[in-house]
């Protein structure tokens, strides 16, 4: 077995191996851990290459961390070594702070590296923590998350901060939503809510037809919330609802396309909406179709049909010439040369 090793080994030597080839077999193959490691000295390995191997053979941990401390380390790669490395860990802490970690490392601390957790949190306190660093905080660390939300409360943040929180870590989400309320946030975001957060979708619901909600915000429940879909449609035929309207249910909302499909015919269908119909709800196209051209169409209006719904192309340029052919023999039999 050893001599087919080194046959191999040669082999390997001879085509050219990459510094991740080495790599790989100094991790995996201790026989020749040794002989690899002088080639890839030979080579000039990355701190990347230093910092896999420090993480994966421990053996050799003396020999490349001198190596490594040569070297300009990255913040990434002292991050890296101080979450896999314990060994390591506190002499790479101390490096990793006199270089000024950024907030995304001592996140990643924060949450892997349990003895670390505190000290890596009181330095991203200081640190001006984003919204969205307080936010990973708040869903990854439970030990921080009641801190990590006290911080995030005192600089009002944004609806889709709330939101997520609301989705992701129930534990905030009452104290999200109440945030919500307490700032007196538009029908919009309580549709936002209902919309993401089926826990809250009741009383967010609730909450909103109370505040008169706006014709897409009741469109945007109707498409996405099933449950409230009736509900959200009766409320908008109450209220009136304008043909835009009807057209998008009847385009995005099957269980509801017929009753709309009615209602607009009720109402009172222009071309413009059997344009959109045909173009949009293969379902309706035919049904639309013959109602459009009972309905003296202009060439603006089929020219839409020619370009924008290829199937009915040849129906729409035959009825375009009829139609011109027609008001031209009428034109020559009643103002022609007798």
Known sequence: MEEKIQILWQSLKEKGATNSEFCELIKNIPELREEAWQELKKKNPSNNDLRFLIEHVPSMLTVLWTELKKRNISNYELKNIIEYVEPLRKEAWKLLQKQKPTNFELRDIARYVDVLRHDAWKILRKNNPSENDLLYIIKFVESLRHD???????????????????????????D?????????????????????????????????????????????????????????????????????????????????????????????????????????????????????????????????????IPTMKEYAQKFKNEDKNSILKEIIKNYGQQ
Request: charged fraction near 35%; proline fraction near 4%; charge should be positive.
């Open 148 to 174: 990590a939300w006290k911080s995030l409360s005192k600089i009002k943040p944004d609806i889709s901060s709330l939101i997520y929180i609301m989705k992701y870590v129930p534990e905030l989400r009452k």
């Open 176 to 308: 999200a939503w109440l945030m919500v309320i307490k700032l007196k946030k538009s029908s919009e975001v309580v549709a936002k809510v209902i919309k993401e957060v089926p826990e809250l979708r009741e009383e967010a619901w609730n909450r909103l037809i109370k505040q008169d909600p706006d014709t897409d915000n009741l469109c945007m429940i109707m498409k996405n919330v099933p449950e409230l879909r009736e509900e959200a449609w009766k409320k908008l035929c109450d209220r009136g609802c304008m043909n835009v309207d009807l057209r998008f249910i009847i385009k995005n909302i099957e269980e509801l396309r017929d009753v709309a499909w009615k209602k607009l015919l009720e109402q009172g269908a222009s071309n413009d909406d059997y344009c959109f119909i045909i173009k949009d709800v293969k379902g309706l196209r035919v049904q639309a179709w013959e109602r459009f051209i009972k309905n003296n169409p202009t060439n603006e209006e089929i020219d839409f049909i020619i370009k924008y």
